[in-house]
């Protein structure tokens, strides 16, 4: 039900300025909790909805609907933090997992159909392919980027 939730809303999930905002930001962070103290791995729940992020997000790069790689990039942010979180906890393994679909499904999906790139980007995230970086514009105008390339991401195993 969550992930069909998710979906029903992530196609033109605007961020920080949907209407959906607050339920999207809420349900991600009581789902995948962000905290220092969170215990390391993923319960049962985290683990089948994360698989089924996967599934979707591999679709995403495939060209295909719904855009739920544009409601993650929204509220899951940048990766590397903040918060810095030393333990693999849900959030460490889903944002792992998901920032490593993207080092190698964004080229692909940049090349073989940029008209549909913006679709699977919420509107204060751009891709650039040369660098293979996307870059989050805050509110307040700051911004920050994520070297895809440069990530260092061990093997994730759902």
Do not use: C
């Not at 891709?127 to 061990?154: E, F, K, V």
Request: without cysteine.
């Amino acid at each position: 039900m969550v992930n069909d939730l998710l979906e029903s809303i992530a196609n033109d999930f605007q961020g920080i300025d949907d209407r959906f905002w607050s339920f999207a930001i809420g349900l991600w962070h009581d789902t995948f909790p962000f905290h220092q103290n969170e215990a390391a791995g993923l319960d049962p729940f985290q683990q089948r909805l994360a698989l089924h992020l996967k599934a979707k997000v591999t679709d995403n790069m495939q060209g295909w609907y719904p855009a739920i790689t544009r409601l993650i990039l929204a509220v899951q942010g940048p990766h590397g933090g903040p918060p810095i979180i030393e333990r693999r906890s849900a959030y460490v393994i889903l944002g792992d997992l998901f920032y490593d679909q993207l080092r190698t499904g964004l080229p692909k999906l940049a090349k073989d159909m940029p008209d549909k790139l913006s679709d699977y980007l919420p509107p204060s995230v751009t891709y650039d392919l040369a660098s293979n970086t996307l870059t989050r514009t805050y509110i307040r105008g700051n911004q920050r980027q994520t070297d895809l390339n440069a990530l260092q991401i061990g093997l994730v195993d759902l």
